[in-house]
């Protein structure tokens, strides 16, 4: 017999054994009583007792060229091995688990959210305050986001490290110099000043150590002097213009008399000499001037513009007909002796008189879905083109109105930054988290 | 699960709930379904049900001249215990879970070291009975105060610690938010570096045990380049999926872990 019928017939066979032990298995109905032991020898592998090498297969290759990370199984030390008094115990303790761990999720909003606003007249340019990415974004005054758009890109912007620019909330253009003003709420406490046309990642042209919690800012222009609430501390502080450094302030209301309650949006009306001043009221209490803790209503008290010391507010807005809700930013129109209100958890913008005492309802508000106001923290009054505008924390927009607008009127112009569906995410400086076990939600206090 | 761009399931805020528009410390209670946060510009603890939402006001405010609350940022809940522990400056506050109005405390727990460390974070483990707490702002010069102190959680008066984490091994420079996980007695830190750096170095969360003493390193520690974190403030436990969650301010973001070697 050749050698290639041999090997023909040694195929044969081996086919019909495997094909006899196929036949075997489906016609007895139980696989467990197979002789694989049979059927490897008839496939010419050998069983040794041992493991074998069956086959090698690459492992995918990863986009970045790196190998998959081993992640060890969970701890099997028990409690009481861990109790045991010494360093680390378990094997796996003291280990590089978690140094470069990447994160499995991260929560954040990836778009500009609006704390306050403020326009340059000279060069009609809008500047808005993004406190969550740390910026301020400048566009065209009468940009106008198409609805069809995903967002508008600004002219310019300042971002980056080297600004400073961190919870940056209080913002003030000089009318004259555009010098962009813009104060930090949180961490680094400094007010940082910028020259009109500022771009990118850019220092400070000038800096001033600011109290810590300064939120908002205003300026008299005439005495060139600047103004800001510090929330902390219940405080308004005043300051040169030009003041840098470790610069004192001029004056400070500040004391038990001022009524002063979490202190937030700051107003000049050089016209009259006054100083507004928008009030959350978180009472912090000062048992030695015999003020306890407590909660009053939000509020609007005034003040003289050079007041300085405990000095008691010259009026109050306060009460239930004045629907403030987390008053932020405000603003004034000097001629016609208008308060405009950024009513942040209200959605709404407030328009009073600057003369209003006591429980006053606003004369006009500025409300409903047609506004697209979500969460309003920052009001600019623009009397050359009698218009309002407002920074819309909730919604990624800046929204402009007539100056004279009521109730529900949609916009003249929306600057939108996120797609049109998008609602901003909220969080701002989490300074902690928890965890709903029941419901599985994370919370993020802000 | 919520990511990048995700909307809120519920917003709690509004004039109602006596909140501030800032907040550094939540804490949930799941045997009672309660969420514990503190208004520290109004000195108050404030108690609202576990599915709160919108404008909704809390269910029960602890404030008052009573308190001796200074305007604390923090707290913890011991719901097995029904108590709720507040860093108080000088000393840990204690309070009945179900406490209302203008109470004093329970228990007020003093010590040198409390004095010293102007304690302003804590975590309370109500199974091995121990509390820790920390100081959450501490400047160059202040390395003393650099440390995790750890207290029988009965303690009532002037204490001294049962332990002391510090030292150069440790890495701590200051903490911020605190966790413990009770099964296996451990203690989360989140470790944010110097507090008026935008973006220091050497963060990390840590994770050491409640018998740890002395100048010990994190036994675990999340870190690095890699990890993402910039500015780490807030740390929580999701012990079902062995996840850890952290509270960057920095990226404004929350970032979630898996790490299933501490459970």
Known sequence: MSDKRRFGWLCSAILIGLVAAAAWVLLSGDAARVNWDRAARAALRQPTGEAQLVSIAPFPAMQDGEMCEWMPASASMTLAFSLQAGGPAASNEGSSAGMNLPPVRVIRDTYATYSAIAVDLNS???????????????????????????????????????????????????????????????????????????????????????????????????????????????????????AEGAEKPLREIVGGDTQLEDPHGIAIDAKNQWIFVANHGNVGGRETLGISSRFDPPSITVYPLKGNGNIAPLRIIEGSNTRLNWPAALAIDEGRGELYVAND?????????????????????????????????????????????????????????DLQANGDVAPKRVIRSAPAEKVALAIGNPGAVGYDSMREEILVPN | MAGENSQPNRLIAGQRTRLSRTMHDIRYDPVHDEMFVTNPFSRAILVFRG????????????????????????????????????????????????????????????????????????????????????????????????????????????????????????????????????????????MPGAYDMQQPEGVFVGIWNITDNGDVPPRWKIAGPGSTMLKPRGVAINAKDKEILVGDMRMNAVLTYYFPEIF
């Open chain 1, 124 to 242: 009609n340019e809008v500047l808005l305050q993004d406190e969550n990415l740390f910026g301020i974004k400048v566009f065209d005054r009468l940009a106008d986001t198409p609805p069809a758009a995903q967002f508008s890109e600004p002219k310019r912007q300042l971002v980056g490290h080297n600004t400073k620019l961190e919870f940056n909330c209080g913002l003030y253009v000089d009318p004259k110099t555009g010098d962009i003003y813009s104060v930090n709420n949180d961490t680094t406490d400094l007010l940082v000043v910028f020259p009109r046309g500022a771009a990118g990642d850019i220092r400070p042209a000038r800096e001033l150590e600011t109290p810590h919690g300064t939120y908002g800012i205003a300026v008299d222009e005439d005495a060139s002097e600047m103004y800001m609430t510090v929330e902390h501390a219940n405080s308004i502080v005043v300051y040169r213009k030009m």
């Open chain 1, 345 to 401: 958890a209200d959605d709404s913008i407030l328009v009073f008189r600057v003369t209003d005492t006591g429980n006053a309802a606003p004369t006009r508000v500025i409300r409903g879905p047609k506004t697209q106001l979500k969460n309003p923290t920052g009001v600019f009054v623009d009397t050359k083109n009698s218009e309002v505008w407002a920074s819309n924390m909730g919604n990624h927009r800046a929204t402009v109105y």
């Open chain 2, 51 to 190: 599915g709160a939402d919108g404008e909704e006001p809390p269910i029960r405010i602890i404030q008052g001249s009573n308190t001796r609350l200074l305007g604390a940022d923090r707290l913890d809940v011991d719901p097995v215990h029904n108590e709720i522990y507040v860093p108080n400056g000088r000393n840990v506050l204690v309070f009945p879970r179900e406490g209302y109005g203008n109470i004093a405390p329970t228990r007020i727990i003093t010590g040198p070291d409390l004095t010293s460390d102007d304690v302003g974070t804590l975590a309370v483990d109500p199974v091995n009975n121990v509390f820790v707490t920390a100081r959450d702002i501490v400047r160059e010069g202040q390395s003393n105060f650099s440390r995790l102190l750890i207290y029988d959680r009965t303690a009532n008066g002037e204490t001294n610690p049962l332990r002391i984490i510090a030292g150069p091994k440790t890495e701590i420079f200051r903490i911020n938010q605190l966790q413990v996980y009770p099964p296996k007695g451990r203690i989360l830190a989140a």
